[in-house]
T-cell receptor, first 109, second 112 residues
Framework: AQRVTQPEKLLSVFKGAPVELKCNYS??????LFWYVQYSRQRLQLLLR??SRESIKGFTADLNKGETSFHLKKPFAQEEDSAMYYC???????????FGTGTRLQVFP | ETGVTQTPRHLVMGMTNKKSLKCEQH?????MYWYKQSAKKPLELMFV???????ENNSVPSRFSPECPNSSHLFLHLHTLQPEDSALYLC???????????FGSGTRLTVV
């Protein structure tokens, strides 16, 4: 069965520290992976997708098919990065996202 | 408000009531979705509509009834709900596969 696992419910770091939010998926085919972010009192919004191989707000994520992972990384965390982060999996040819339970990132000054 | 708009923002209803949630997008997207977000659980996909045709019903109880009259509007009709149906109901849309979703702000539903 398709599944997304985010093992950490809460990740706390100090400003300027590196951040890695873990995401593992279960799917035997070629997945499409996404990271979504939800800032306080805001709607869920797309942060980045693996097919575009982009860096958004300093965040990057690399798809590792061998480890079935799509960890989100940022070298220097900022206070404004504090939010809830969700990893999501799309399994072609369907177009329905399966979400992980989310990780709350807290960045302290 | 641009993007995906959901109304109402908050809804309290009794178990015998009938109510409807509304979702609207004018982004020209082809697919629309209903998700349920409960505390301490991942977002659960409920329904998928592609080009106004329902393509997915994810084992959702019949007390939830979706309707997609056109490509811009999506409804979720509710009747005889249970207290455990209390949750945040999110609507999303996408132009096509691989682009990611645009989410609405959600409707916070409380069933009393």
């Amino acid at each position: 069965a398709q599944r997304v696992t985010q093992p950490e419910k809460l990740l706390s770091v100090f400003k300027g520290a590196p951040v890695e939010l873990k995401c593992n998926y279960s799917y035997s085919g070629s997945p499409e992976l996404f990271w979504y972010v939800q800032y306080s009192r805001q709607r869920l919004q797309l942060l980045l997708r693996h097919i575009s191989r982009e860096s958004i707000k300093g965040f990057t994520a690399d798809l590792n098919k061998g480890e079935t992972s799509f960890h989100l990384k940022k070298p220097f965390a900022q206070e404004e990065d504090s939010a809830m982060y969700y990893c999501a999996l799309n399994t072609p040819p369907t177009d329905k996202l399966i979400f992980g339970t989310g990780t709350r990132l807290q960045v302290f000054p | 408000e641009t993007g995906v708009t959901q109304t109402p923002r908050h809804l309290v209803m009794g178990m015998t009531n009938k109510k409807s949630l509304k979702c609207e997008q004018h982004l020209g997207h082809n697919a629309m979705y209903w998700y349920k977000q409960s505390a301490k659980k991942p977002l659960e996909l409920m329904f998928v509509y592609s080009l106004e045709e329902r393509v997915e019903n994810n084992s959702v109880p019949s007390r939830f009834s979706p309707e997609c009259p056109n490509s811009s509007h999506l409804f979720l009709h509710l009747h005889t709900l249970q207290p455990e149906d209390s949750a945040l109901y999110l609507c999303a849309s996408t132009p096509s596969r691989g682009y990611g979703y645009t989410f609405g702000s959600g409707t916070r539903l409380t069933v009393v």
